[in-house]
């Protein structure tokens, strides 16, 4: 089954505590990102990668970080933690011929 | 003026009801537009691509107006199962890197279908 898959699904830390959200996806999709969804801003990009060891910025990347060093695994990495960053994460994935983007189940994160 | 702007809702209607959402985008060389659906807490997922000429699926009609940088969903004879929250996306024209892999979402109209 074709599926973006995302680990943990819910995460309840506390400040400083550097963790990893997985993300991996079983499409051989180019393009991966990172979102997160808070309440009345919607969806918003954290980073992007167009390939393996291709990275960017989106719209909110501060206080995260990102890799490719593989095509199907694009894992968001919080170094310190802060209760601004409790919120929805979603992983995507689409291929580079298509507009459909794939979303992850997403990852609850509570940071105290 | 916002990139993607939607109507704000929330939309509660009767079943069998037609409900409309609007979304108006800002970037005036958008290439491609789409409505996702959301299901509460669950992920988005693509509803229907939206092209120039207007598209139905079923229930579901899309139309685009790229004079007034505008785009529609109708959805027609609702049904309890309709009730999420609708995003309306854009994609902006974009040559290569990035840009050619951009989605900019709309924040959202929640609508609740009641029996």
């Known amino acids: 089954e074709a599926q973006v898959t995302q680990n943990p699904r819910y995460l309840i830390t506390v400040t400083g505590k550097k963790l990893t959200v997985t993300c991996s996806q079983n499409?051989?999709?180019?393009?991966m990102s990172w979102y997160r969804q808070d309440p009345g801003l919607g969806l918003r990009q954290i980073y992007y990668?167009?390939?393996?060891?291709?990275?960017d910025k989106g719209d909110v990347p501060e206080g995260y970080k990102v890799s490719r060093k593989e095509k199907r695994n694009f894992p968001l990495i919080l170094e310190s933690p802060s209760p601004n960053q409790t919120s929805l994460y979603f992983c995507?994935?689409?291929?580079?011929?298509?507009?459909?983007?794939?979303f992850g189940p997403g990852t609850r994160l509570t940071v105290t | 003026r916002k990139e993607v702007e939607q109507d704000p809702g929330p939309f509660n209607v009767p079943e069998g009801a037609t409900v409309a959402f609007n979304c108006t985008y800002s970037?005036?060389?958008?290439?491609?537009f789409f409505w996702y659906r959301q299901d509460c807490r669950k992920e988005p997922k693509l509803l229907m691509s939206?092209?120039?000429s207007g598209n139905e699926d079923g229930r579901f009609t899309a139309q685009l107006n790229r004079a007034s940088q505008y785009i529609s969903l109708l959805i027609r004879d609702s049904k309890l199962s309709d009730s999420a929250t609708y995003l309306c996306?854009?994609?902006?024209?974009?040559?290569?890197?990035?840009?050619?892999?951009?989605?900019?979402f709309g924040k959202g109209t929640l609508l609740t279908v009641n029996p």
């Open positions: 970037n005036s060389a958008s290439q491609s």
């Open positions: 990668s167009m390939n393996v060891e291709v990275t």
């Open positions: 499409m051989n999709h180019e393009y």
């Open positions: 996306v854009v994609k902006p024209l974009g040559y290569s890197g990035g840009s050619n892999y951009k989605l900019t």
């Open positions: 995507a994935s689409r291929g580079g011929f298509s507009y459909e983007q794939y």
């Open positions: 939206v092209y120039s």
